[in-house]
């Protein structure tokens, strides 16, 4: 397990841009994703991305968000453009240190809102 903290969730109008971040306390093997759960719903994969590179993004978000990773630094990043009012949600990020296929660890939390 590792301690993940996230950044640069906040307070954007619709159509703005944000930039997640997401820094591991060590290296991280396996995917990273970012989860998102808005207030009464369940919570959502919204993008990952392999140590390799190779990523998935939701269709809901295809096209706006972007995942990258620096191994280097083991760091993710969510750049997140066109926000619409149903990207709100607290953001988190997860990851599978060990490439084992389970994620082991999970962030607090960011929180994105999203006003109309």
């Known amino acids: 397990q590792v301690q993940l903290v996230e950044s640069g969730g906040g307070l954007v109008q619709t159509g703005g841009s944000l930039r997640l971040s997401c820094v591991a306390s060590?290296?991280?093997?396996?995917?990273m994703a970012w989860y998102r759960q808005a207030p009464g719903k369940q919570r959502e994969l919204v993008v990952s991305i392999t140590s390799a590179g190779d990523a998935y993004t939701a269709d809901s978000v295809k096209g706006r968000f972007t995942i990258s990773r620096d191994n280097a630094k083991n760091t993710v990043y969510l750049q997140m453009n066109s926000l619409k009012p149903e990207d709100t949600g607290v953001y988190s990020c997860?990851?599978?240190?060990w490439g084992l296929g389970n994620y082991d660890s999970r962030g607090p939390g960011t929180q994105v809102t999203v006003s109309s």
């Open positions: 060590g290296s991280i093997a396996g995917i």
């Open positions: 997860y990851a599978d240190r």
